[in-house]
């Protein structure tokens, strides 16, 4: 089955700064990749998605870049803030039927004022 | 809204004891989970199920029984809780397997004493 590593496992940056969050994954055949943000007590939140036939997509301050050769994604978040401060899961699908989704182990960002 | 709900928020049980905690939606979607998370180990999925006839363990389900009772509602169960079954449990849905994202619920705090 498909096995998604995410790192770092915490992150401090300083607010207006960028942060880097990567992910790697085993199974080729994987197609849709989304982004969860949660926050302190809240649930996971869909904030990106990007899927293979695509390399990049944007929303605002963050965007996601794809990488199907080397098997990884990565989430860009610019201009940070301190409402930007959560736990980020990456995620794949398995690509048989498009079941079901695999998670990362999180990323705990904290937004230094 | 449409939304995921899961009852109960909180539950603190004994060891040995049997416990249900339910998952409602009215998003109309027929792909419901059930996920545990840890920290440090990110969210890993117990059952899923695509539709009322149709229920399947995901990568943790040992202690664990699920019942879909309705397109709307899937039911988790722990038969005997032990210790270490304490975790954030998540319930989510998706209208296609994942490749359009997940709505997660409001998840479900079980301490086990």
């Known amino acids: 089955g498909e096995n998604v590593e995410q790192h770092p496992s915490t992150l401090s940056v300083q607010e207006g700064d960028s942060a880097v969050i990567k992910c790697t994954y085993s199974?080729?055949?994987?197609?849709?990749f989304p982004w969860y943000k949660q926050e302190l007590g809240k649930r996971p939140q869909l904030i990106i998605d990007?899927?293979?036939?695509?390399g990049e997509k944007k929303d605002q301050r963050i965007a996601v870049t794809l990488n199907k050769t080397a098997k990884h994604f990565s989430l860009h978040i610019t201009e940070t803030q301190p409402e930007d401060s959560a736990v980020y899961f990456c995620?794949?699908?398995?690509?048989?039927?498009?079941?079901?989704?695999?998670f990362g182990t999180g990323t705990r960002l904290t937004i230094i004022p | 809204d449409a939304d995921v709900t899961q009852t109960p928020r909180n539950r603190i049980t004994k060891t040995g004891k049997r416990i249900m905690l339910e998952c409602s939606q009215t998003?109309?979607?027929?792909?419901m989970y059930w996920y545990r998370q840890d920290p440090g180990l990110g969210l890993r999925l117990i059952y899923y199920?695509?539709?009322?006839?149709?229920?399947n363990k995901g990568e943790i389900s040992d202690g664990y029984s699920v019942s879909r009772q309705a397109q709307a509602k899937f039911s988790l169960s722990l038969e005997s809780a032990i210790p270490n079954q304490t975790a954030l449990y998540f319930c989510?849905?998706?209208?296609?397997?994942?490749?359009?994202?997940?709505?997660f619920g409001s998840g479900t705090r079980l301490t086990v004493v």
């Open positions: 989510a849905t998706s209208d296609t397997g994942g490749d359009y994202g997940y709505t």
């Open positions: 199974d080729s055949a994987s197609n849709y």
């Open positions: 990007i899927r293979s036939n695509v």
């Open positions: 995620a794949a699908n398995q690509n048989v039927g498009n079941e079901k989704l695999t």
């Open positions: 998003k109309g979607h027929d792909r």
């Open positions: 199920s695509f539709d009322v006839k149709d229920i």
